[in-house]
C-alpha cells in the first residue's frame, strides 16, 4: 500500500533537552504582554525561549527567576538584570488585530544598555508558530552575526507497525518537531530524503515496486515523479547546488558507482569507475566537486573528487569504517559515520589539516546532516530501545532529542533556509 499524503500528525516528535552547553550566553527573554484572544499552547515568547536553548549556544533565565516582567524599554531596568548576569535581554508583546496577530519585540544589551534589535511583525493567527520563529532567526542573527534556522524545516522517515505488518512514513516539521505532516506513507522502506535547494522538493529512495526507486516530491503540489528506476540499485540523492542535477548510486553496470542525473532531461555522467563499491555522493557546497564512500582500501572510506574529472583523493584514515559524508555549507569541514571500538559515532573533519573530531558518544549514529547556517547538526541514533533524533552543536556540546511519540525516527534531513 502506498498513500501519497500532506496530513497533520500531531505530536509526532517531542522535544527532550539532554545536555546543556558549558559556557551558554545568558539571556533573558521575558514573558511577552498580551492582548486580545491569542491561540492556547503557541506562547510567542516560550517557543522563542525554547529556539534559543536548544542551539546550546544560549542559556535562557527561568521566568520564576526574574525580578520584574516588562514589555518595554520604559520599564527596563538594567542594573537588576545586571545583578542576575543576563548578558542580553528580550522584551515584547502580542496583540491579536482582527484575523491577524502582531508582535512588537526589543532586544538589549544589558552591560552597554543599548537596544540592537527592535522591530514589529505581524501574521495570520493560526501562523502564530512562525512569527515566533522568525523573531528567534531575527534575535539570533543580531547576537551571532549567523543567519537562524528556526523557520527552517526537517523531513524525516517513521516507522511502526500496524496490524503487525511495519508502515513508513515520509514527514515534514518545523525544526522542534511540531506541526508534523505526512507527505508518503507505504508499507515498503522509504529512505535518504534530501532537500532540494529552494526547499519546495525532497528527493528519496522508495521500494513501493519491490525494487528502489528515486522520486522527486513536489511538496506543494504532491506531485511524485520517479527520476531513476534502473535496474539493480537506486538510492543516495543528493541535490546540486543549483537543483538541477542529482548525485545518485546506481548499479546499472553491475557494479555500485556514483552518477550525475541531470533531473529535466534524465541524462545521466558516470563519476566514479572502480571495483570497489562507490556510494553516498555529497556535493561540495561549490557545485564542482563532491565526497562519496568507497570500499576500494579494503572498507568505507570517504574519497573526495574537487571536480567531475579529477582523481579522487582518500581523506580519511582513522579507523576501518568512515561513512556518509557531508559537508559543512562553508566546505571547510565534513561531518561523516565514524567507527570506533565496535561503536557508531558523527565524527567531523577539518578538511585543510585532517583534524578529527569525534561529536557523539552514543554508539549507533547515523545519518549526519548539518543546518545551513553550519551551527547545529542533526542525526538518528538510538535511546535504548527506540530510534530517535538528536541535534547538537555542529562542534558537539549541547544536544536536544526529537523522539517520535510512536515506533521509530530516523533519515533526518534539515532544510535550506528558506527564502
Known amino acids: 500500500m502506498l498513500v501519497a499524503v500532506a496530513t497533520s500528525a500531531q505530536a509526532e516528535l517531542m522535544i527532550r533537552v539532554t545536555k546543556g552547553a558549558?559556557?551558554?550566553?545568558?539571556?533573558?527573554?521575558?514573558?511577552?504582554?498580551?492582548?486580545?484572544?491569542?491561540?492556547?499552547?503557541?506562547?510567542?515568547?516560550?517557543?522563542?525561549r525554547n529556539n534559543l536553548e536548544m542551539t546550546g549556544e544560549f542559556n535562557p533565565l527561568a521566568a520564576d527567576r526574574m525580578l520584574s516582567l516588562p514589555t518595554s524599554v520604559d520599564d527596563v531596568f538594567f542594573r537588576d538584570w545586571r545583578m542576575l548576569g543576563q548578558r542580553y535581554l528580550l522584551v515584547g508583546d502580542v496583540s491579536r488585530e482582527g484575523d491577524r496577530v502582531r508582535a512588537r519585540y526589543e532586544l538589549f544589551d544589558v552591560n552597554g544598555e543599548r537596544r540592537l534589535l527592535g522591530e514589529s511583525s505581524s501574521t495570520t493567527v493560526s501562523n502564530i508558530r512562525s512569527l515566533a520563529h522568525h523573531i528567534s532567526d531575527k534575535v539570533y542573527e543580531a547576537l551571532t552575526g549567523e543567519p537562524g534556522v528556526f523557520s527552517t524545516r526537517l523531513a524525516y522517515v517513521t516507522r511502526d507497525e500496524q496490524g503487525g505488518k511495519p508502515r513508513y512514513r515520509l514527514q515534514v516539521s518545523d525544526v522542534d518537531g511540531r506541526r508534523a505532516s505526512v507527505r508518503l506513507e507505504s508499507r515498503e522502506?522509504?529512505?535518504?530524503?534530501?532537500?532540494?535547494?529552494?526547499?519546495?522538493?525532497?528527493?528519496?529512495?522508495s521500494f513501493e515496486s519491490g525494487k528502489p526507486q528515486i522520486f522527486v516530491h513536489e511538496l506543494a503540489a504532491g506531485k511524485r515523479t520517479a527520476v531513476a528506476s534502473f535496474p539493480g540499485l537506486n538510492s543516495?540523492?543528493?541535490?546540486?547546488?543549483?537543483?538541477?542535477s542529482l548525485l545518485v548510486t546506481l548499479s546499472r553496470s553491475g557494479n555500485a558507482e556514483v552518477y550525475k542525473l541531470d533531473v529535466e532531461s534524465r541524462s545521466?555522467?558516470?563519476?566514479?569507475?572502480?571495483?570497489?563499491?562507490?556510494t553516498e555522493g555529497a556535493w561540495h557546497p561549490d557545485g564542482e566537486g563532491f565526497a562519496f564512500t568507497s570500499d576500494r582500501s579494503g572498507g568505507p572510506q570517504i574519497y573526495i573528487k574537487d571536480s567531475e574529472n579529477a582523481s579522487p583523493r582518500r581523506v580519511t584514515f582513522g579507523g576501518r569504517y568512515n561513512a556518509g559524508?557531508?559537508?559543512?555549507?562553508?566546505?571547510?569541514y565534513i561531518?561523516?559515520?565514524?567507527?570506533?571500538?565496535?561503536?557508531?559515532?558523527i565524527a567531523r573533519m577539518e578538511l585543510e589539516t585532517g583534524n578529527e573530531q569525534i561529536l557523539t558518544r552514543t554508539g549507533m549514529d547515523e545519518?549526519?546532516?548539518?543546518?545551513?547556517?553550519?551551527?547545529?547538526?542533526?542525526?538518528?541514533?538510538?535511546?535504548g530501545s527506540d530510534s530517535v533524533l538528536t541535534v547538537i552543536s555542529a562542534g558537539g556540546g549541547a544536544a536536544y532529542t526529537l523522539p517520535a511519540a510512536r515506533g521509530d525516527v530516523r533519515e533526518p534531513a534539515w532544510s535550506p533556509i528558506l527564502r
Open 189 to 205: 522502506p522509504i529512505l535518504s530524503p534530501a532537500w532540494s535547494p529552494d526547499g519546495r522538493k525532497l528527493a528519496y529512495v
Open 367 to 383: 545519518s549526519p546532516s548539518i543546518a545551513p547556517n553550519g551551527r547545529m547538526l542533526i542525526y538518528a541514533t538510538r535511546q
Open 335 to 345: 561531518y561523516y559515520v565514524h567507527q570506533r571500538e565496535g561503536a557508531f559515532h
Open 325 to 332: 559524508a557531508r559537508f559543512s555549507p562553508d566546505g571547510d
Open 268 to 278: 545521466l555522467t558516470r563519476l566514479t569507475d572502480h571495483w570497489g563499491i562507490d
Open 22 to 48: 558549558g559556557e551558554a550566553v545568558p539571556v533573558a527573554v521575558v514573558p511577552f504582554g498580551q492582548s486580545g484572544d491569542l491561540p492556547a499552547g503557541d506562547n510567542v515568547s516560550t517557543i522563542i
Open 236 to 244: 543516495a540523492p543528493d541535490w546540486s547546488p543549483d537543483g538541477r
